[in-house]
């Protein structure tokens, strides 16, 4: 029978310490790039810096997530992590100036250059349903592209 290697043995195999992160070194999260340790099979994946946070300084309250300030998203270190909230952690995106949007979202449907042709084409007459339509997408994104509620850097 095969015996089952404890969570915690799993973890540090896949963890380098360096001078100042501990970086995860195994499977990551594609948009975000949090590391992700695998439980055994048909459970849920947990990301590493939450299975950190827990092992070195306990449960996680209802509520409240665990934030980088190394803002390092493969850090584990348990001295770069902090509990705090969504709004927390908008907050100090935002003022660190990393919010990501755009072109640089990883869900971003269009290009600064689509918008900038979606704009235009609805300058020139182009009705939204036509829009919508061509570019096979909601008129609530396209509507929200028009009406500056979205996109609004370009």
């Given at each position: ?23 995860w070194t195994a ?78 979202h990883p869900f ?14 609805h300058s020139r ?30």
């Amino acid at each position: 029978m095969r015996k089952i290697r404890p969570i915690e043995d799993r973890f540090w195999e896949k963890v380098k310490k360096t001078p100042t992160c501990w970086l995860w070194t195994a499977g990551r999260s594609t948009a975000w790039g949090y590391g992700s340790l695998a439980f055994k099979t048909g459970k849920r994946p947990k990301y590493a810096h939450r299975f950190s946070y827990e092992l070195h300084k306990g449960q996680i309250p209802k509520g409240k997530i665990v934030m980088h300030s190394c803002d390092n998203p493969r850090c584990v270190n348990p001295e770069h992590l902090v509990l705090g909230t969504h709004f927390d952690n908008a907050m100090d995106r935002t003022k660190k100036g990393r919010t990501r949007h755009g072109d640089k979202h990883p869900f971003a449907k269009f290009t600064s250059l689509q918008v900038k042709m979606i704009r235009e084409l609805h300058s020139r007459g182009m009705p939204e349903w036509l829009i919508c339509k061509t570019l096979n997408s909601s008129q609530g994104t396209i509507n929200d592209i028009l009406k500056n509620r979205t996109w609004k850097h370009c």
